[in-house]
């Protein structure tokens, strides 16, 4: 198959058939703009030709790294399919309307929490998070819940996307498709 994300997508439906209990988590690497990598998981949203797409609080520490250093990899490992996904690229910001619809398509618990929660910051004790969201539900109790303008997403243009594949005698297979300048992907092959 030549074209990287029909791939992706016809694995990650295969994922979805498994019983992976969130077969849209992927590992998000990060750096500081000093360098220093961080990973978390978090889960992808939706995906197409123009990327890889992810929500957050701008404000997280993954948020300050991408402002910072606006380029992120992402790995997918399916342990049912024996099949992993790396993709590498740069970041931008999803459009207002892009976080907009999503966040409303949340469930009202979620856009609660992304109002009480003041991610990555120091929590003093865990009943104040509690307290937190219940302020938020009492405020929001009767409309409807607003994107927060700190919370939105952030896209993963992909330049290089590499499939690995379980072999047996660790002969794994590598195949690495990276952008053209001009469009389209070469691929490569690499030994394991």
Known sequence: MTDPIERFVQLLERAKQTDLP????????????????????VLLK?????????????ESRKGRDLA????????????PL???????????????EEADAYFASRARGSQIGAWASQQSREL?????????????QEEYADRPIARPDYWSGFRVR?????FW???????HERDVFVRKKSGGWDLHYLYP
């Not at 910072?68 to 342990?79: E, T, V, Y």
């Not at 992909?158 to 590499?162: A, M």
Request: charged share 20%; glycine share 4%; aromatic share 8%.
């Open 22 to 41: 969130e077969p849209t988590a992927m590992a998000l690497a990060t750096a500081s703009p000093d360098g220093r990598p961080s990973v978390r998981m």
């Open 46 to 58: 939706s995906v197409d030709a123009s990327g890889f797409v992810f929500y957050t609080n701008l």
């Open 68 to 79: 910072a250093n606006p380029w992120a990899a992402l790995c997918f490992h399916w342990q």
């Open 82 to 96: 024996e099949v992993q996904v790396r993709v590498e690229g740069p970041v931008t910001p999803v459009t207002a």
């Open 124 to 136: 003093s004790a865990y009943d104040a998070l509690e307290k937190r969201v219940a302020e938020m």
């Open 158 to 162: 992909p330049e290089r996307i590499e």
């Open 165 to 171: 594949s379980n072999r047996p005698s660790r002969l």
